[in-house]
Structures are given as C-alpha cells and as structure tokens.
DNA sequence: TATTCTCATCTCGACTATCTAGAGGAGAGC
DNA sequence: GCTCTCCTCTAGATAGTCGAGATGAGAATA
C-alpha cells in the first residue's frame, strides 16, 4: 500500500533527508524508518535512492557523515547537516511551496 | 526565473496535461501556454517533455489525437481527455494529495 | 557453541522522465 | 519575396530512482 519515495513528489528526496537531519544527527536507516514513519507509510525509502542521496548531499557540502557507535553498540555513519545545508533545506522548502501552489492552481482550475 | 516543469514536482507533467484536457479539447502548444499562464511562469513546458508525454499518454488510452484545425487556420493536433483519462486524473489528483499531505507533515515535524 | 535474527551499510545494472538543442513546415503580415 | 509566429516533432544525453541483491557485525535464542 505504501509508494515508493518517488511518484508524484520525485525530486524531493534530498528535502525530506535534510529536514530529518534538521531535527538531529541520524545514520541512514535511522533516517529511512523516520521518514516512513512521520510520513505514516506514504514513503518507503529504499537503499538504492538513500545512498546515492547521501553521496550527493555531502558532495555538495550539505551533509557530513562521521562514523560512531549507534545506541545498539552497533557502527554506524551518523549524517550531521551543515551550515550550507541548513541554508538549502530552507531554499528548497520555500521552492516546494511555490511549486504546490501553482500546481494547486493548476488543479484547481475552470 | 521560471523553471522546468520538473524539479520537485517531477512526475507531474501527465496529471497537468490530463487537469487542461478536462478543460477542454487543445493543441499541444496551447497546452504548453496554458500550463505556463495558469502556473503564473512556474512551470514552463519543453517540448522535449512535452510530445513524449502525449505518446505515453495516448498510448495509455487516457487522451485521443485528432488532426484539425486551430483558429488561425493551421494544421495542429487536438488532443482530447478520454472517459478513461478522466478517471486517470481524479486517481492521480488523488494521489497527488495523498503524498503532498504525508510530505507537509515531514516538513513540519519538530 | 552454533544458529538465527535484526541492524546497518553499500553496490550494480537498468529504467524512465525529463532536458538540451535543435529541425522542419505552413499560414500571416509586411 | 521575406520574415515572423505558430505548431509539431526528433535525437542524444543526463540524472534520480528502482529492484535485487551482497556484506558484515552485534544480540538473542537454542
């Protein structure tokens, strides 16, 4: 019943990451079972998008990974959102609402 | 400073094509103006998104090409939105709420 | 001790929508 | 005759995502 993270909203992989690590510093599967979570099933994130993503995001100076020991005293790679990728999560957040809204216009239409 | 028709809402493009056919019957360059007008410069439409887009479309059954012609008396190619189209489109408007809600609440979360 | 389960990272090949960058043609106006 | 706008369409490339795994390590169970 849950989609994939792509569909309709693809593109918008990268924001919901950067928001997760907005709240705190997260490995990614804890990131994975967050968004699925908070999105309540609609996204399910799968491993083939996630870190490619993280690649991307820390390419691109938005994220930092550090290795640590996860509450379960297991290792893991704990993704911190930088300074630049603060700016970009906001940059990206304001976009998504310009592009809803004309889309809504759109729907919306007579 | 407007964008392509993908970005964050990539996937889009079919239910924008599908919502102005509902309107009424129309050329593929009047679709492309009318997208563009309605998303007050949003979203402009290439072409080489665009005609692929019809294909898939008219191969799915949800739109149907006819050869007419314009006001201005030239050749052009009026697509029309099939019974099956419209209900297409009221699935995927759908769905498109569905996932923009569940991305809102990602967004929001603290 | 051996096995299994869950946590957790990561890779590879393929697919598909979209982009860039055009070509081509036909009616209208000068 | 020339140019402008309308209008359709193509080819090659790119990039994000997907499906289907491999790999390994700590915890729990037998």
Known sequence: MSDKVSGLVQGTLDMMVLKTLALEPMHGYGIALRIEQTSRGVFRVNPGSLFPAFRR???AGWIKGEWR???????????????RGRKRLKAE??????????????????
């Open 57 to 59: 995001l820390e390419r």
């Open 69 to 83: 020991r996860s509450e379960n005293h297991r290792r893991a790679k704990y993704y911190a959102l930088t300074e």
């Open 93 to 110: 957040t304001a976009e998504w609402g310009r592009q809803t809204a004309a889309l809504a216009r759109i729907l919306e239409a007579t």
